[in-house]
């Protein structure tokens, strides 16, 4: 198929405000945060929802191209790398909170939800509740990254990491299925599937809406700093304060050298 055919049956999946084609935009799309660098995009697309996901999929599969989804980019591992050109699904204009269940405790997402963004909306809400997971670029990554990606942060040591708190997954398999997978409610029978694709950097399907956990807000929180003479002190101190039963929602250990760096930055003295 020549290319002005390709984009003007990209353009008729998701509009043609939704196709970038020229180079330069193709080129900005062909990196991340990471020092790899993909090859020749045939195009950018901005599908809206998981129907125009599927026909996607099912487009670069009758013409034989490559696809890749991307969120956000601020991944520093080049999962979202267009190794092999084709087209870049790309998920930022699916970013609408769809439901937030204050009873039962659960969110639903789409994938382009900044992780801070969910954070404020629940705020919004009047809800004593969060989506727990941080990762260290919460203030611009996307759900659906910290999803593909199984993103941590600086609580997992108390709460676990982004697959304790996905419930369930709307996924667009490689053939064009759309299926769900997963739940409203934690625990269901049978094989954790969407415990599978959490993780998996988008080898099995697109996440196309997520239903995440949501966790009581602390009533209380006290951020309290030691000094130690070396490194060595500082790790035993952690050690023993776990061993003492006691489980800090984030524990972080800094050296001179890096607090120094720190101070230069941002002159806490």
Not at 2 to 18: D, F, H, K, R, W
Not at 34 to 40: A, I, K, L
Request: hydrophobic residues 45%; aromatic residues 4%.
């Amino acid at each position: 198929m020549e290319t002005v055919q390709a984009l003007q049956a990209l353009e008729a999946i998701v509009g043609p405000s939704n196709v970038l084609a020229s180079r330069a935009e193709r080129t900005v799309y062909s990196y991340d945060a990471s020092v790899f660098r993909g090859r020749d995009l045939l195009a950018v697309v901005f599908p809206q929802s998981a129907e125009q996901v599927a026909e996607l999929v099912v487009w670069c599969n009758q013409h034989d191209q490559a696809y890749i989804a991307r969120g956000a980019g601020t991944a520093i591992s080049g999962g979202s790398i267009p190794t092999h050109g084709g087209i870049m699904i790309e998920l930022s204009h699916m970013n609408r909170v769809l439901e937030i269940d204050t009873v039962n405790r659960f969110a639903v997402v789409e994938p382009g939800v900044i992780n801070q963004d969910l954070k404020q909306a629940l705020a919004q809400h009047g809800f004593g509740h969060t989506y727990v997971p941080d990762s260290g670029s919460q203030v611009v990554s996307t759900i659906g990254g910290n999803v593909a990606t199984n993103a941590g942060g600086m609580h997992c040591l108390k709460y676990g990491i982004t697959s304790n708190h996905v419930l369930g997954l709307e996924v667009v398999l490689p053939d064009g299925e759309i299926v769900e997978l997963g739940g409203r409610i934690p625990d269901q029978p049978g094989a954790d599937l969407a415990g599978l694709l959490v993780g998996s950097e988008g080898t099995l399907g697109i996440v196309t809406k997520i239903i995440v956990r949501l966790t009581r807000l602390p009533e209380t929180v006290v951020t309290q700093l030691a000094l130690f003479k070396s490194v060595e002190d500082a790790a035993s101190a952690v050690s023993a304060i776990i061993d003492d039963g006691i489980l800090p929602a984030a524990l972080e250990l800094m050296d001179q050298a890096i607090m120094r760096i720190i101070d230069q930055a941002v002159h806490v003295g």
